[in-house]
C-alpha cells in the first residue's frame, strides 16, 4: 500500500462580494442577526463564472503549487452540488479547461461532506498504485440555487472553489477515513433537481418552470451538526490511536461559528485548534474544507508532522472526517 501526501492546494473565489449589509436590502435581516447566529460578514458571489471555471482555477494554482505538470495528472474528482450541468460532469469541464488529457473524471455528489467523501476516494485509487496522481476539487456556485427571498437561506452561502494535488509520498500524509451517510435525512437540506416527467405523466406548467432552489431545516441541521462532529472526530482517534491533545488543526466544514464553538466545548478542545474563515467566504459547501486548507498553508500554520483532521457535514444526509500528517 501506497502512502499519499497533499503536494499542493489552490484556492479560487469570484471577486464580486456581497456582504451582509447588501443582504439586508434584499431581504428583512441585519448584519447584527447574520454575524451574531453565523459569524458571516461577507461572501463572495458569481456574476459570471460557472463552477468549472472556479474549479480550473483553484486546481491550476494546487498544481502550480506543487510543481505538477498537467500530463501527470492521473484523476480529477470535483465534489460539488452545482455542477454546470448533468451532463458532462464538471470535472470532465475542468478537463478540458487544464488540458489534462490522461486524468480520468468524475463528480462527486454529497453536498457539504463532497470534498471529504472525494478525497476518501482518491485516496482508494493512489493507496493501491491503481494511479499516482490525483486532483481533488471542492466547487459550487451555490448561488444559482439560492432562493433571494428567502433570509433563512440567502445570508447563508457563498460561491468558491479549493483543490488539492494527491501523489504517492514516503511520508505518512493521509492515515485514516471515515465516512457515513443517513438518507433518512433527505428532507432537512434539499436542492430539488427537474421534476419527474414522460409521456404518461406529463408535469404541469409550474413544476416545468420552477428553478431549483435550496430549502433546509436549520435549527434540525445545526443539532445534526452538533452530534456528528465529534462522533466523527472521535472514530478516527479510535481508527489511528492518537489522542485528540495530539491533534494540532481541526477544520471543520465552514457552515457556522456556533457549530464550531459547540464543536470546541463538547470535546474540550481550546478553539484555537479549530480554523475559521466562514467571516469572508461564508458556507461554500464542498469548497470551504479545501479553501481553509490552502488558507492554512498560505499563513505557514501548518508545519511538517502536523496532525490535521478535516470533518465535512450536511445534505443527505452526509458526513466524513479524514485525519492526515501535513
Ligand atoms: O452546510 C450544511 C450544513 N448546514 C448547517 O450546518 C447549518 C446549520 N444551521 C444553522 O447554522 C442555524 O440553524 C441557522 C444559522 C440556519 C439559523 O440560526 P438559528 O439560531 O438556528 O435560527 P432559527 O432558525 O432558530 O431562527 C431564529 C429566528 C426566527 O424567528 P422567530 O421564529 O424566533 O421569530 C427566524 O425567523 O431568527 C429568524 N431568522 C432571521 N432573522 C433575521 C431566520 N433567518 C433570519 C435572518 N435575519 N437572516
Redesign the pocket.
Given at each position: 500500500m501506497h502512502n499519499l501526501q497533499i503536494m499542493g492546494t489552490g484556492r479560487w473565489v469570484p471577486e464580486q462580494q456581497l456582504t451582509n449589509e447588501d443582504?439586508s436590502s434584499i431581504?428583512?435581516?441585519?448584519d447584527e442577526?447574520?454575524t451574531s447566529?453565523?459569524g458571516i460578514r461577507t461572501r463572495h458571489i458569481s456574476t459570471w463564472e460557472n463552477t468549472s471555471d472556479l474549479a480550473s482555477k483553484a486546481a491550476q494554482m494546487a498544481l502550480q503549487q506543487a510543481n505538477i505538470q498537467m500530463e501527470e495528472v492521473d484523476l480529477i474528482i470535483v465534489a460539488t452540488m452545482t455542477p454546470d450541468s448533468s451532463m458532462p460532469s464538471t470535472a470532465c469541464l475542468v478537463q478540458k479547461q487544464l488540458q489534462a488529457k490522461n486524468a480520468v473524471c468524475f463528480d462527486v455528489s454529497a453536498?457539504?461532506s463532497g470534498f471529504v467523501y472525494a478525497m476518501t476516494i482518491a485516496k482508494q485509487f493512489l493507496q493501491t498504485g491503481f494511479y499516482k496522481t490525483a486532483v481533488v476539487i471542492g466547487a459550487e456556485v451555490l448561488s444559482k440555487v439560492i432562493d433571494w427571498q428567502d433570509?433563512?437561506?440567502?445570508?447563508?452561502?457563498g460561491d468558491g472553489a479549493g483543490a488539492v494535488v494527491l501523489q504517492h509520498s514516503q511520508d505518512l500524509g493521509v492515515e485514516a477515513c471515515y465516512l457515513g451517510s443517513d438518507g433518512q435525512g433527505d428532507d432537512l437540506?434539499e436542492c430539488k433537481g427537474v421534476a419527474l416527467q414522460n409521456p404518461l405523466k406529463p408535469c404541469t406548467q409550474t413544476e416545468s418552470l420552477r428553478r431549483p432552489s435550496m430549502t433546509?431545516k436549520?435549527?434540525e441541521?445545526?443539532q445534526?451538526?452538533l452530534q456528528i462532529v465529534p462522533a466523527c472526530i472521535q472514530q478516527l482517534l479510535d481508527q489511528s490511536g492518537y489522542t485528540i491533545e495530539q491533534i494540532d488543526h481541526i477544520v471543520l466544514?465552514q457552515?457556522?461559528i456556533?457549530?464550531l464553538e459547540g464543536v470546541a466545548k463538547k470535546m474540550k478542545v481550546p478553539k484555537e485548534k479549530f480554523y475559521s474563515n466562514m467571516e469572508y467566504y461564508g458556507?461554500t459547501?464542498a469548497a470551504s474544507i479545501p479553501i481553509a486548507l490552502d488558507e492554512m498553508r498560505e499563513q505557514n500554520l501548518l508545519k511538517k508532522g502536523d496532525k490535521v483532521i478535516l470533518v465535512g457535514?450536511?445534505?443527505g444526509l452526509t458526513w466524513g472526517a479524514i485525519l492526515l500528517t501535513w
Amino acid at each position: 500500500m501506497h502512502n499519499l501526501q497533499i503536494m499542493g492546494t489552490g484556492r479560487w473565489v469570484p471577486e464580486q462580494q456581497l456582504t451582509n449589509e447588501d443582504l439586508s436590502s434584499i431581504v428583512d435581516t441585519t448584519d447584527e442577526w447574520i454575524t451574531s447566529r453565523t459569524g458571516i460578514r461577507t461572501r463572495h458571489i458569481s456574476t459570471w463564472e460557472n463552477t468549472s471555471d472556479l474549479a480550473s482555477k483553484a486546481a491550476q494554482m494546487a498544481l502550480q503549487q506543487a510543481n505538477i505538470q498537467m500530463e501527470e495528472v492521473d484523476l480529477i474528482i470535483v465534489a460539488t452540488m452545482t455542477p454546470d450541468s448533468s451532463m458532462p460532469s464538471t470535472a470532465c469541464l475542468v478537463q478540458k479547461q487544464l488540458q489534462a488529457k490522461n486524468a480520468v473524471c468524475f463528480d462527486v455528489s454529497a453536498a457539504c461532506s463532497g470534498f471529504v467523501y472525494a478525497m476518501t476516494i482518491a485516496k482508494q485509487f493512489l493507496q493501491t498504485g491503481f494511479y499516482k496522481t490525483a486532483v481533488v476539487i471542492g466547487a459550487e456556485v451555490l448561488s444559482k440555487v439560492i432562493d433571494w427571498q428567502d433570509r433563512n437561506t440567502c445570508v447563508l452561502f457563498g460561491d468558491g472553489a479549493g483543490a488539492v494535488v494527491l501523489q504517492h509520498s514516503q511520508d505518512l500524509g493521509v492515515e485514516a477515513c471515515y465516512l457515513g451517510s443517513d438518507g433518512q435525512g433527505d428532507d432537512l437540506l434539499e436542492c430539488k433537481g427537474v421534476a419527474l416527467q414522460n409521456p404518461l405523466k406529463p408535469c404541469t406548467q409550474t413544476e416545468s418552470l420552477r428553478r431549483p432552489s435550496m430549502t433546509m431545516k436549520g435549527r434540525e441541521v445545526f443539532q445534526f451538526a452538533l452530534q456528528i462532529v465529534p462522533a466523527c472526530i472521535q472514530q478516527l482517534l479510535d481508527q489511528s490511536g492518537y489522542t485528540i491533545e495530539q491533534i494540532d488543526h481541526i477544520v471543520l466544514h465552514q457552515a457556522n461559528i456556533r457549530i464550531l464553538e459547540g464543536v470546541a466545548k463538547k470535546m474540550k478542545v481550546p478553539k484555537e485548534k479549530f480554523y475559521s474563515n466562514m467571516e469572508y467566504y461564508g458556507n461554500t459547501s464542498a469548497a470551504s474544507i479545501p479553501i481553509a486548507l490552502d488558507e492554512m498553508r498560505e499563513q505557514n500554520l501548518l508545519k511538517k508532522g502536523d496532525k490535521v483532521i478535516l470533518v465535512g457535514f450536511g445534505g443527505g444526509l452526509t458526513w466524513g472526517a479524514i485525519l492526515l500528517t501535513w
